[in-house]
């Protein structure tokens, strides 16, 4: 028997262990964003210079520890991620490296990418209020705060407070109205909740579009998806804290990894992603907002209105995410 | 030699040549250990988070949510224990033992919804019938806004939907037991005065037992280690804390302790189980061959049908109905070429670990039945506990252990004076196969260990006897007798490998995309609808070895029966 499993061992072993040679042309990239809105840039620069790009997707969690693991060892050149957080503890676990670009510092906003510039947003994400134009006026919105108050009781929905989203909403709020202000408006919502959280915004819109509730707050490319597969949803997206700090914001981006092969070719596939010529591609792919400003918006975006964005760096979303998802569990917040 | 393999009656032979029966043992142990070993690696390196201490984030679940999640996760546990018991067991017994309308037909159909993923199930359920959704919004047009309905996202929801689509392994296993059992020891019980409603809660039900126990203990570890489907419900339970502290508190550490905690639990539940069954032996005189079936009549029949059809709908028609419908809407925007490729690497890998699993599997559940020691023991228990592990944190510890083997092959080769550049086992198909096989050794573990309980020592001893080498024994004697439970293990493994996504997405090699990491693709950013088409692919894919297993099984237990006769 043992003998046999040793052929059978030696037989896989000849057919399936393929030695992973790399060309010297050639980027490696490990992404969390998913491939169908990475592939048609990468195609596009491959048309355009020659260089073959290969990635890997999976979850930010994986591939962070992987990255980590695999050290000195890695092929991974570039780490390409969605949410501020996720790049900052990237950038924690010292797998990314400052890199030096004019390009990069020019085409990207100092508040989307990192003080030390190990990594740059790419794309940026808006999560706004969402809300139902038949049973809602719009003067009745305000703030993102302001859905705490008992006004809403039994009118808001929310998503979980487990998707790094609302993480980020919470640790923005945190950097900005303190522990115990941020704590009071959290579990003003969840006294206003209508039904228990959703596990997806599309979830959460539909549940306003039946009747369970009046408002929400979601990312914007989610009402986009929905109004694209149908125009006449009785749903309107409202641009909170216009008089103040603004709409919360976060990021997709990317960093070169600290152990990159390909350190060089790996920055110019950075600094083309972060041009006029792509910038327009990576966020109308997801319905989401380029990252540099010189970009226009996508027209079907650009109908949403334009809006007054927050500029602290993102990275405050990544230092505070943990105290904003204690601070959710303390409140009750699901 | 302990008094309990003599007592337990191994025949005289043993007796007269117990050196021989010793080293026969020592071998066996020999085998376990390494198979063992693969297994605890990675699971080592899970355990070694504890050296990091996280008394704060303990400290803080401790005081939130911790209390919550634990009796949800039991009363999860208890809920899918009692349906797929209820569903697997009753539905086995009709298709194996009885005779109704379409009972032909239920007998493989049944299988079907192992090919849907949960969490897939799981969305095209609460797509259909929460609140927001077509059945409620019909209902609430022609009823009026307040018709009731019971909450969709709820514990009984949940329960519902893990039930739908993990009884089919107490089916399975049970579906075999059943199917393997003589006519002799049904007829004695009948001769004896025991009604059919005795014979089976007293006879059929016991004598089943290794099989029901090794298909529910595989639903229960799934249930545990799940985290999409409850994750589509926001049901907390205690895979919640671990993703919480990995992705939301950023604390790999902390998750690795809460994960561990999981498996102690899953270690001592599984060990005392089979020192509850102790000494009890499920052996049989299957003289006479297959037991008649019995024929339902009149309204048993239609209920029966009934039943084994309103299962299979919810199960699997309807979400397949569901899912045709949305690939409809996008089938010309997503179907490429790629399918093609996409179907064949799904089809290789799953093939491919059912095979190694399964040699895995047997190697080990021969040790167990040679070597009765501890040690044996011990490492067949540790080989099965990679399956109640949540896919990512097993996935990550696998990772780990490769990484670190290819960090200390390349500080050997460099010694030698070679350098390799990159990662040499991480990221080949040799290493996600290894994977595959940590995972899913208890799946293949269960209906085979089950089956070779079932098989008289006497038999392969009187072959031995008769002067069959070993390789002829288990050719002829073992291989046949162990048919329904390999083939049972590889339809498993195959479906399983086929769905499996987190250790597919982190080991898999550059440009090895399944039909499983498609689904991530298109559900990581909530877009289910477009799921459907690689979801629907899949099913199909994982029909391919449920027709195979029927096929065969209906030969294999013509082989069986015949392999009986001639005893």
Known sequence: MSKLKFVTLLVISTTFVIPAVQAADEIVVYSARKEHLIKPLFDAYTDKTGVNIRYVTDKAGPLLARLKAEGSNTPADILMTVDAGNLWQAAQLGVLDSIDSAILQQNIPASLRDPENRWFGLSVRARTIVYSTERVKEGELSTYEALADPAWKGRLCLRTSKKVYNQSLVAMMISRLGEQKTSNVVSGWVANLAVPPFSNDTRTMQAIISGQCDVAIVNTYYFGRLLKKNPDIKLSLFWPNQKDSGVHVNISGAGVTTYAKHREQAIMLLEWLSSEEAQGLFASLNMEYPANPAVANDAVVAAWGDFKADDTNVAKAGELQKQAVMLMDRSGYR | MSLETITSGHGETQQSVPSHRYRIARRWQLVSLPIAGLVLLPLLVIFSGWLHPESEIWRHLAETILADLVVNTIILLLGVMFGVLFLGVSLAWL?????????????????????????????????????????????????????????????????????????????????????????????????????????????????????????????????????????????DTFTTAIYKAWFGLFNLQAASQLASLLLLFVALTLFSERRLRGRARYDENTRGGRPARIVLNGRNAWLATLFAGLIFSFAFLFPLIQLAFWSWEIITEDLDKRYLTLVANTVTLGISAAFVTIIGAMLLAFARRYSRNTITRSATTIGTLGYALPGSVLAVGIMLTFTGIDNFLQSVLRGFGVDVAGPILTGTIAALLLAYLVRFLAVAFGPIDSSLERIRSSLPEAARSLGAKPVMVLRRVYLPLLSPGILSAMLLVTVDVMKEMPATLLLRPFGWDTLAVRIYEMTSEGEWERAALPAITLVLAGLLPVILLVIRSSKSTTVAASTKATQ
């Open chain 2, 95 to 235: 298709t194996s033992m009885c005779r109704f309308p379409g009972q032909r037909f239920f007998d493989w159909a049944l299988m079907l919804p192992l090919a849907l993923p949960a969490y897939v199930l799981a969305f095209v359920f609460l797509g259909l019938l929460d609140f927001s959704g077509p059945v409620q919004g019909q209902l609430r047009t022609w009823f009026g806004p307040s018709f009731w309905f019971p909450a969709v996202r709820s514990t009984g929801g949940v329960i519902v939907v893990m039930v739908l689509v993990l009884y089919p392994y107490v089916y399975m296993l049970a579906r075999s037991a059943f199917l393997t059992q003589g006519r002799g020891t049904l007829d004695a019980a009948r001769i004896l005065g025991l009604g059919p409603w005795a014979t089976f809660f007293r006879v059929t039900l016991p004598m089943a037992r290794p099989a029901i126990v090794a298909g529910t203990s595989l639903a229960l570890m799934e249930t545990l280690a799940d985290f999409g489907t409850v994750a589509i419900f926001n049901y």
